[in-house]
């Protein structure tokens, strides 16, 4: 009898020393323990519950469990994992939101099991809890950043895929399904040369089989709309290696350049087109220099022996003819006088156009001065008030120039002739932020309803009875104004003189 009793003595020691034992390891163990009975109050919690919320024992011990939720755990916890533990016994990766004392949240995830009395009665909890914020805070970040490229993606003006290993297509985005005006769920799974011209399959399967050895590939390519058009598309496809290193597909980046293509041929178009009006032009160059010649050569001889035997007849028969043959000869002789004068005006018109052309700075008021000069030694009797801005100076071709002025200056001086005081003036005036040279007169002038025909070859506004010329004369000098990147203009009015306006450049 005595050593029964011994017996249960120390059994009953050796049992409170190993309750001591796991009541040791459970409070000191670094994990956050607690248990609740089975009213769902907290019997126990361990030391790193109460120092991760905050809190201490007496601050906790015998409140509900759910208080120290926040209130969307709170409900899910009464309503739902309670009411199943205490059926089961057993719950696992419960999701809570743990708020501690100071306010602050945490994210933990729950495990738990039940011990249970003789009878198989659930006594109390042992729930063990490990705090995910970070895991949960990373994981959040990480939905973010691929909602964030999803929608980059998506939202792409370019075509943006996946291939798989077999070149098929594993991913699609919007942008590229509508350029082919398709839909990603047909697409996908797919061959990529499905959708690309045949004629080029060749092409881009040997691109495709680079991509192997792992080298980016970039090309230009036809794709295949679903209504049979052909999309032109810059293509850049970069590998994507597996965990071994093996070949895992490849990311494709695509953009459509058929606006940019269609440009490039129309371009090539209009440089063909350039060409032949280029030959055309050669053509009709080597055209005029064959008429030049024919008209410097080959109808020069017959107007050469017009001239010479009206001549030699008027020298030797002239006192013998009667008063009319011998002025129908002199109007023989004088017709071609000018007409070898409107062969010489003809041949310098077409060749104002070719030969060097060289800028260089040119004291425009000097020029003018001397032309004036020799047109008053041709004509002393004449009365001419002339006025010439001093020191205008110029950038021009000066062989050209002195062309222009001598049409613009002999045209004042011809159609100021029939006033008693002729006024001829040169200056340079301001226009549109340009130099404006200009030449003006106080003589015939015009009507400006017929300005527009001043520069047209062989048009005069006034008879040749009245002012002698060829109409070649401001052809010329628009030509002249024109290659030089400038602009000729008149201004007039029948009876009250011209200004003729240009600009160099």
Not at 160 to 184: C, H, K, P
Not at 265 to 270: A, F, H, Y
Not at 353 to 363: C, I, K, L, Q
Not at 458 to 468: G, P, S, T, V
Request: hydrophobic share 40%.
């Amino acid at each position: 009898m005595r050593q029964t009793c011994e017996n249960q003595r120390a059994a009953k020691e050796a049992l409170r020393k190993s309750e001591e034992r796991f009541r040791c390891l459970y409070n000191d163990t670094p994990v956050m323990l607690h248990s609740i009975d089975h009213d769902g109050f907290l019997i126990s919690v361990s030391n790193y519950w109460l120092e991760v919320l905050g809190y201490q024992r007496d601050e906790v011990i015998g409140r509900k469990s759910t208080e120290f939720l926040t209130e969307e755990s709170r409900r899910y916890a009464e309503q739902v994992v309670i009411p199943q533990f205490f059926q089961t016994g057993f719950c696992s990766n419960i999701h809570y939101g743990l708020v501690k004392k100071s306010g602050e949240t945490l994210d933990v995830i729950l495990f738990a099991s039940a011990e249970r009395d003789r009878q198989g009665r659930i006594l109390r909890s042992l729930a063990v809890m490990t705090d995910v914020t970070e895991w949960k805070a990373a994981e959040q970040a990480l939905k973010a950043s691929e909602e964030r490229y999803r929608m980059i993606v998506e939202t792409s003006q370019e075509g943006i895929l996946a291939l798989d290993a077999e070149s098929r297509l594993s991913y699609v985005n919007q942008q590229f399904a509508e350029m082919l005006g398709r839909e990603v769920a047909v697409m996908l799974g797919r061959p990529y040369l499905e959708f690309i011209d045949g004629c080029l399959h060749d092409e881009v399967d040997a691109r495709l089989r680079s991509q192997e050895r792992g080298v980016s590939e970039h090309y230009e390519t036809i794709f295949l709309r679903k209504d049979g058009a052909r999309v032109w598309a810059s293509v850049s496809a970069i590998p994507v290696k597996g965990g071994a290193g093996e070949l895992a597909g490849s990311f494709v980046m695509i953009s459509d350049i058929s606006k940019r293509k269609q440009a490039a041929e129309e371009i090539e178009v209009l440089h063909t087109n350039l060409s032949a009006r280029a030959c055309e032009l050669e053509i009709a160059n080597e055209d005029l220099e064959a008429f030049s010649y024919t008209v410097s050569h080959d109808l020069r001889r017959p107007l050469t022996a017009i001239n010479g035997y009206s001549q030699v007849i008027l020298d030797i028969f002239g006192k013998e003819l009667n008063p009319q043959c011998r002025e129908y000869m002199k109007e023989i002789l004088n017709g071609s006088i000018r007409m070898n004068h409107l062969i010489d005006t003809l041949l310098n018109f077409s060749r104002r156009n070719s030969g060097n052309f060289v800028r260089e700075s040119v004291d425009i008021s000097a020029m003018v001065q001397e032309i004036i000069a020799e047109l008053k030694f041709a004509e002393p009797q004449r009365n001419v008030t002339c006025t010439v801005q001093p020191d205008v100076q110029g950038e021009a071709d000066g062989h050209l120039l002195r062309v222009v002025l001598d049409n613009l200056l002999g045209n004042a001086w011809k159609y100021s002739a029939k006033r008693v005081e002729s006024v001829v003036e040169f200056g340079v005036v301001q226009h549109q932020g340009r130099s404006a040279y200009f030449v003006r007169d106080n003589g015939a002038g015009f009507d400006m309803d017929r300005a527009d025909r001043l520069f047209t070859p062989f048009q005069r506004l006034h008879a040749a009875d009245e002012f002698q010329g060829t109409g070649i004369g401001l052809a010329s000098v628009q030509r002249i104004i024109q290659r030089h990147g400038g602009q000729v203009w008149a201004e007039g009015e029948p009876g009250k003189g011209a200004t003729f306006y240009f600009t160099l450049a």
